[in-house]
């Protein structure tokens, strides 16, 4: 559960987005082999292309950046079809319920209209109105405190759908139809989500990254701030070995989406979390700030 220390971490916490296109590999090899010959001294010229104008430079960043932008100028000189996904994004929507603030999120295809609400935190008509038009299929749970499961009975009978979550150490107050472990997939409609087991904040602790996608659900194992809080010294130690050997492993372009407060980049935050990981905090426990 997050009370206060939690809130105060992710009171400036900013959102973001973003979209990665990746071009053609005969262009990209091009464009390569124009760096390391040093032929990249090309004016500054404007090059109008499907309504896109691109600048080339001599800058190896603008050369890189122009790699992720060229997808659709190969298919304009080349009539080449793009690679391009046949699906469109999860929707991911969010309401704040309950007296912590919890963010309980819905996830739809917006294809086949099927959703998955996940950490029914508190107000069942608040949640129900989040699943609006759509057709639940499970309700996930990324961990059992009760500031995330409030509502979870009221859910479960109302949407007559199975609970997913994780057993930690087998003392946890979920029960839940199906017990999910490190590496499972999920499907969702046209899309899927990758389940990772995060302990430290709790030893049941999830997270769930949507396939094909930058986004990362994370509840409360990650803040902008700081980590979640841990109730003992072993709990922090395990906190400090989530962050080294999974969330770090996670693309600077991951957004997380946290249990409380807003979402943040993962690039934006990776320098103070290493710094966190290189000092010493001895037998320590609580709520915990990057920058202790």
């Not at 859910?155 to 139809?177: C, E, F, I, Q």
Request: glycine share 12%; aromatic share 6%; hydrophobic share 35%.
């Amino acid at each position: 559960m997050d009370r206060d220390g939690d809130s105060r971490r992710n009171a400036k916490a900013g959102s973001h987005s973003g979209s990665n296109l990746r071009s053609p590999s005969g262009i990209q090899r091009h464009l390569a082999r124009v760096w390391d010959s040093g032929y990249a001294v090309v004016s500054a010229r404007a090059i109008s292309l499907s309504g896109r104008g691109v600048m080339l430079s001599a800058s190896r960043w603008v050369l890189l950046a122009l790699i992720e932008l060229t997808s659709d100028v190969y298919s304009y000189w080349h009539g080449a079809t793009m690679h391009t996904s046949q699906h469109k994004a999860l929707e991911l929507r969010i309401r704040q319920v309950g007296p912590w603030s919890l963010n309980a999120y819905a996830l739809i295809c917006p294809q086949t209209r099927e959703s998955l609400l996940i950490d029914p935190g508190d107000d069942p008509a608040a949640l129900t109105e989040l699943l609006t038009g759509t057709r639940p299929r499970s309700i996930l749970v990324t961990h059992g405190h009760p500031d995330h499961i409030g509502a979870l009975g009221a859910m479960r009978r109302k949407l007559d759908v199975p609970v997913l979550s994780h057993g930690g150490d087998g003392n946890g107050p979920v029960v839940a139809d199906r017990w999910l472990a490190d590496g499972d997939q999920l499907a969702i409609g046209c899309g899927a989500l990758r389940v990772h087991h995060t302990p430290g904040h709790t030893a049941d602790h999830l997270c769930f990254a949507i396939e094909g996608d930058c986004r990362i659900l994370v509840g409360d194992c990650l803040f902008e701030g700081g980590p979640g809080k841990t109730w003992s010294a072993q709990d922090f130690r395990t906190t400090l070995q989530t962050l080294q050997d999974i969330i770090l492993g996670w693309p600077d372009e991951s957004v997380c989406y946290p249990g409380h407060g807003r979402s943040f980049r993962l690039g934006a935050i990776r320098p103070a979390i290493e710094r966190f990981l290189a000092k010493a905090h001895g037998p320590f426990h609580g709520d915990a700030e990057w920058g202790m």
